[in-house]
């Protein structure tokens, strides 16, 4: 499902990539950006986490001029005179002006690095109101959003990612630089798909899926390994012929109560004692009742 | 500054990656040996130093440099040094003297919720001034990039400042020594108690921790050895760089046993510490 999200993205669509401390989802966002770059869209990045420098590194070719970086780094709170883009101007005019500001004939898409930033800042019922007016407005064709999902409490994550259209959660793998994506994709006609893969990202921003990691657990075991038959080459016989493995098999174990010694027990044979068993009273001890008195 | 710790990050005074921020944290241990590794590096790399020494005297770190090599004292001097001595100011504001004329940087003592701008204006400030400027007065040394060390965040926590305030800070200082001016910034933070599924301990120094892990591009985690005291082994640095490196290798883990001498520490793999060997 990676591949299909990474062609593209519904109109109207809100995509969530949610990382953790462990592993960064800012590669597989630049992905996304790259592949946005190449089917000819412009995207406009809402850049607070990192520098337009560190974002653009990677990202070649002609296709560049196509991405708008949004200067939200240098001072997100309006500490000096004259900041580029504050975090209080996240709301549905200021971005729509943003985008607008380039004449582009395509809506452009929308990303915003990183919507943890943002909730870090504004209470998150206003996020999810411009996020929801965002979609429904019609300046962006779609929004692609990075989150942190451990520094915010469970249910603000919850509550935005109610929004989002698809939600990848990247979570590393312990060997190598590859990664789990968890992605659950709501259509429009209400279905919900969920799938797990295990994904790389090559220098050129390309995401290779390497299968299920439900298949990992076997295929670590090589199946190229020889395993060595320890019982070849001895100078004594280990091996059972036919004829000695039906006469094994065929042996009663002394100590097993087979079902011959039961009925051998039960019914006991000629001339053997005999045991006659009459009811006593005093047999018929009942240890929760000595006296034998009570009425239960 | 301690020899293996450079060949393990691959820095020498003379090549560091520069606009670099780098945590440094710690986990019921102490991760300071790893402060005056970094100060006494970047001093010798012939670097600007501001250091925000909030948690020490300026004493106790010339001491300890002294012992590694560079003497504090001389490069205050020469102006390579830069030390805000925060147990010092933060005399200033509590007990305010008609004849003071100190800097605000602590001016977040009196009124935590106002946040941390007083002390970024102070960095910045003091960077900008004399770091990024091309023009040097005459007889002045030229030195290499700016280098912010903060020694340590988590004593903000305690005083009152909120998570998100010095999340500001930290990105508000990587914004203008590391990208900017193509320095490095090196910050110390502390957690004590075991890593929790927090969920909603919003002044808890886990958040702060993990915000920091975010922002930064390479950590050095130190914590105990999970068997216990040792007496030959303090403990175990988990370096762990998250920047994209030439080779493609995206986040790279490693981890070393360390040993804290007295004019240095050791690091070596797991298991060959020189006592076991």
Known sequence: ?296 | MYTELNSILNTTPDSFTQGEFVLLSDRKSDASFLIHHFLSLYLRARCKVWFLGLVQSFNHYSAISQRLGVSLVQAKEKGQLVFLEGLNESLSVLIPQETDTRSQAMGFLSDPAVGLKSLYEFVRSSVTSSGGGEEEADGAEEWGPPVLLVDDLSVLLSLGVSVGAVLDFSHYCRATVCSQLQGNVVMLVRCDGEEEEDDGDDEGSERLLKGLTHQCSLTLHVQGLPTGFCRDIHGQVEVCWRRRQGDGQYTQKKLFQYKVHDKGASFFAPGTSSAVL
């Open chain 1, 1 to 296: 499902m990676l591949p299909e999200l990474l062609q593209g993205i519904d109109a109207g669509g809100f995509l969530i990539i949610q990382d953790s401390a462990s592993y960064s989802g800012r590669h597989l966002l630049k992905s996304f950006i790259n592949s946005a770059l190449d089917r000819e869209e412009a995207v406009h990045v809402l850049g607070f986490e990192v520098s337009e420098e560190e974002l653009k590194d990677g990202l070649k070719g002609s296709p560049i001029q196509r991405l708008h970086f949004h200067n939200a780094y240098t001072d997100p709170l309006g500490w000096t005179d004259h900041p580029a883009f504050t975090v209080h101007q996240f709301c549905l005019e200021e971005l729509t002006r943003l985008v607008k500001q380039t004449s582009h004939p395509k809506p452009a898409t929308l990303v915003i690095d990183s919507l943890s930033w943002i909730l870090r800042h504004l209470s998150p019922p206003d996020v999810c109101k411009t996020l929801q007016q965002l979609r429904k407005g019609g300046a962006v064709r779609a929004i692609i959003g990075l989150l942190h999902a451990d520094m915010h409490q469970s249910g603000t994550v919850g509550s935005v990612c109610h929004l989002a259209t698809s939600v990848i959660t990247v979570v590393p793998v312990l060997k190598g630089d590859k990664a789990v994506a968890k992605i659950t994709k709501r259509s429009k006609s209400g279905k919900v798909m969920q799938d797990e893969e295990i994904f790389s990202i090559k220098d050129d921003f390309t995401v290779i899926v390497q299968g299920k990691p439900s298949q990992l657990g076997p295929k670590q075991a090589d199946p190229k390994e020889q395993e060595t038959d320890p019982t070849a080459n001895l100078t004594f016989n280990l091996r059972l012929s036919d004829t000695e493995r039906e006469a094994k098999e065929k042996l009663a174990l002394p100590f097993v109560f087979s079902k011959e010694k039961k009925t051998a027990l039960l019914h006991s044979g000629p001339g053997s004692g005999r045991i006659l068993y009459e009811p006593d009273a005093n047999d018929d001890y009942d240890q929760e009742d000595p006296d034998d008195d009570l009425d239960v």
